[in-house]
């Protein structure tokens, strides 16, 4: 194969994985169509370069979490077979899980073996769709409209950008404060030069503005999460410096949040653990879990058999019991226990707060069986976790 399609190869995949990444939050045709760019890409890749070893050493490196994800699709095939509520939808969740988040990962594992994408590439391209949407929030806050999708909010509402709702954005502004503040704590292991830490400052101010200002509570701990692990885990790094930068950010936040009346109101909510009605959702779905414990009712089933017209679960702990019943709920925790054992041999307490991070907001917002936004995120995440070499700056 000469050079000139090699490179062909190489602009393609880095094309379609930029605007993959880039439209995740938006979920636009894009999206789609870019996703079936990125698989024509792969197999037309394999075929051409008879690559079938190299995606086989893949499979055999990462045994464990494809072991974990192939009786996560048992549990899932087992529950949907048996149960009496399943729909297309149920089957189009699994078919989903496999052609489209499992798939992610093994592609950029793949193309980072062959050496094709990098971890840098991944995380710019990341950083900017974040960025897009930062942007596009101030822009809602200032004149009340997203000049992308043209959504109307306000900061009296809260923002949403150019997602579908403030708790969606909310999330990936969590996504991105949370990496510009483990990127700029760790700005010498990752190498970070002076431009590099000022833009990421400058950044990491717009996706907290965005992000106080969604009002979504989950998505505020999912960051409070995220500080707290990261603090603890490297309190001995943590210099007079840093505990002046986060006392001046922490005063700015106070202020504001004493300003706005309807952020204030927010934060008492979250005190008082007001539930936003999730708690009779959660009763009701303990009290059908009881019902069929074993093997559950299948993907996306709570509307068909809740007691209330809800489609959304809010707990990924009660939804994974729920749906693929006590079967599947250890399928799960088995492939988070490989993922979480992974982040603690190559001791990386970043991506360890991540972890805990996701881990919590799933608890109250973004399935983790349905949400496009949410499992394409963690696909991602599993691929900086398990692509070799697990520093940011190797490529």
Known sequence: MNINTNRSFSFLIKFFLFMWIAFIPMKTSVYQISFIGILGV????LFLHKKILILKSIFIEHKNIVFSFGIILI??????????VTTIDSWSAEFHYVFRYFFIFVILIFFHKESIISKKFVLFTVLFSLSFQGID???????EYDFIKHNVSSINDGLSGATFNRNTFGFFMSIGVSVCTGLLF???RYKLTYINIYILSILLFIFLFNLLFS???ASWLFYGVFFLILCFAEYKKISKKHFLIFLVIAILIA????YYDNLFFRLGQLFKMEDSGRIPIWKDVIDLIKQNYIFGYGL???ASIASQPILSVHNSILEILLFVGLFGFISFALLLYFILREIIQIRNHFYLALFFAFLVITQFDNSIIKSITTLSSLSIFAFFIFAKNNTIEST
């Open 42 to 45: 792969f197999f037309t890749y």
């Open 75 to 84: 549990s899932m095939t087992i529950s949907n077979s048996l149960s009496t």
């Open 137 to 143: 929030g101030i822009s809602q806050a200032l004149f």
């Open 186 to 188: 760790y700005n010498q």
């Open 215 to 217: 009002y979504s509570r």
């Open 255 to 258: 202020l504001v949040f004493f």
């Open 300 to 302: 996306m089933s709570y």
